[in-house]
């Protein structure tokens, strides 16, 4: 029996809570890719805060970090003050990330999550272009405050929303349409012929992994004509790397291998580092048209986060923890493959550290996700109707750890599926 149960979240919280009814324990502590509950029970953790934990939980450096700023009473809570944190953070990102990729970006810190700065890049490309349509893709998802909320495909999110979600077209994304079947060509002369009733719109938003949309990779020809279309109609290239930026995919934007330079980039979850809340928006110089203050929040300026974000951020300075990241990537591979290919109906989808077991049925990803949690494995749901599982660890899980996990999971779906 717990010294601390399930009660008091069960009698007070609102009935919206979600992923504590899948693992209906009470957390205690965590280090790197184990959880503890309150009563001594272990987990390993394939479910990654959602991307949030790229770095593992309570990562030691990002800890020592904060706790070095706090004692000596680094400023806390900033709105857009300049502070020392800040600057060091920026320092790092231009300095490890924007120009060894030769990238040109101006940065902008909207608000703590990822429907803040999804909302921020919407309005800028809307100001930008002086057009108010926006395209979005098949089973996207970007966020859940109404503007991110209209470019989310998931039904369940949407009608929620109490008004029209207005000003988004919604277009299959790769592979949505049906193999070999390229989603772009007719959107393409649709937006050639002046006369479609389709009009070229503010900007694509597009993710170029949908991680909660079911782990749907698109292609790099994909992406390619994306972009190609964008520029050729005077649209902004929004890419949403919320969830499988931050070294996700083995290196540090997803789209880097795909020979596409968005015009605006989103970023959330681990950019923080820790856990620690950080939005950050990536503007093309040319498009960085706000007015001062057109666009506020009281919590943009984050200082620990930053502090823990630029720790983060020393990972990336050379390419050891990247290339550690893809050998991961390519042994998570082949075990997935070899437990999809001993069941009926399993496919699997996935680059990085990043994959999907795609069940086909969202009560058979249920059992497995269940039978998971009851060996001692976390591990989460996606896509339409829950029916993927995504495989999300620490992008810092050990490797005996890791190998336990997917042990863990080849006996679930064993037992389950
Ligand atoms: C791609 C993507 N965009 C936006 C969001 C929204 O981020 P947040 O939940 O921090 O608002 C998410 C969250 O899962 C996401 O995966």
Redesign the pocket.
Known sequence: MSPVSTGIFERLESEVRTYCRTYPTVFDTANNARQRDVGGREFIDFFGG??VLNYGHNNARMRQAMIDYMMADGVAHSLDFYTRAKAEFMTRFEEVILKPRALDYKLQFPAP???NV?EAALKLARKATGRMDVIAFTNG????SLG?LACTGNAHFRDAAGVPLDHVLRVPYDGFAGEGRNSLDVLERELDDASSGIAPPAAFIV?TIQ??GGVNVASREWLQSLQKLARKHGSLLIV?D??VGNGRTGRFFSFEDHGIEPDLV?L??GIGGYGTPLGLLLIRPEYDMWKPGEHTGTFRGQDLSFVAGAEALNYYKTPDFLDAVRGKGEGVKAKLESIAARKEGIRLRGRGMIYGLDFGSGERAAKVIKAAFETGLLIGGCGTDGRVLKFMSPLTIEDDTLSEGLDLLEQAVREAA
């Open positions: 959602a991307g999550t990822g429907t999804v998802f970007h966020g859940m991110a993710e991680a909660e949403d919320i969830q989103c959330a979850k």
